[in-house]
């Protein structure tokens, strides 16, 4: 018996795991996004509704100041995730510009006073899709 490992052997075994790597990548980050947008502290939605999904750019943009009239808003989040990654070099950006969701990150809100929530949501989207715990500092 003989395998012959040439160049054409390797190229198509190295096509194949990237293939898998990019799905589970894609996988971790729609999870990412959607927890974030869950789990952000909500009071009118800005920052809820700040949260941004991205293949290769990042995007700043900011939702308008919702005015509330005593009933909190939920407004749609800017961008919708869409996984299309083809290659290791693409890269998703979850994104939230908004000024005060550095803040609410920090514990601030009273309707979620646990600090560091974007980084336990990431980590727990990890987990949910890979079975794995990670340590985001």
Do not use: C
Request: hydrophobic share 40%; glycine share 4%; net charge positive.
């Amino acid at each position: 018996m003989s395998v012959e490992f040439n160049n054409k052997f390797i190229v198509s075994m190295l096509e194949g795991v990237e293939k898998e790597v990019i799905a589970e990548l894609d996988k971790v980050a729609m999870v990412a996004h959607a927890r974030l947008v869950s789990a952000t502290p909500v009071d009118t939605g800005q920052a809820r509704a700040g949260w941004n999904f991205t293949l290769n750019k990042v995007d700043k943009k900011i939702p308008p100041k919702v005015k509330s009239t005593g009933s909190v808003v939920y407004p749609a989040p800017n961008s919708k995730p869409d996984a299309k990654a083809k290659t290791f070099s693409d890269s998703y950006h979850i994104s939230n510009f908004v000024p005060h969701v550095t803040y609410l990150n920090q514990g601030s809100s009273s309707l979620n006073s646990e600090p560091k929530f974007v980084e336990r949501e990431i980590r727990l989207a990890i987990r949910d899709v890979t079975g794995k715990w990670v340590l985001i500092l």
